[in-house]
């Protein structure tokens, strides 16, 4: 079963990981941040090393971002993403698991203090 998972943040200024900028992580002591980091790593090498990670990528700063919508059915371009968002996605990753269940285990360690992770099944049809 392949999910996504994407990866929320609001990092000032933006950065990857996105968490070493986030306040929420920056307030924690030097030891607690190599703890999330190093599980980070941990969970990443080990969807690696079972062939369960098929990509994934970080995402530039959403300011270089382009909307591209439909009005009186012609193409407009403003600036993205969204003006009213706090949070924009940072980043993804694909996965191939064999449950739902593994997916879930799988994006507990992708969260962290001022990040918000969403698990999403990929579309089959």
């Not at 971002?65 to 993804?92: M, Q």
């Not at 064999?98 to 285990?105: D, F, M």
Request: charged share 25%; proline share 9%.
């Amino acid at each position: 079963m392949k999910y996504v998972i994407l990866i929320h943040s609001n990092p000032q200024p933006w950065g990857h990981p996105t968490g070493d900028f986030t306040p929420e992580i920056q307030s924690l002591p030097q030891e607690a941040r190599e703890k999330l980091n190093a599980a980070f790593e941990g969970i990443l090498e080990e969807l690696s090393a079972n062939g369960e990670l098929l990509g994934g990528q970080p995402l530039a700063d959403p300011a270089s971002a382009k909307l591209y919508r439909w009005d009186a059915g012609e193409p407009i371009v403003t600036d993205g993403p969204y003006s009213e968002a706090k949070e924009h996605l940072a980043g993804f990753f694909l996965i191939d698991v064999e449950s739902q269940e593994r997916a879930e285990e799988v994006v507990r360690s992708f969260s962290g203090p001022g990040e918000t992770v969403e698990l999403r099944p990929v579309a089959t049809y």
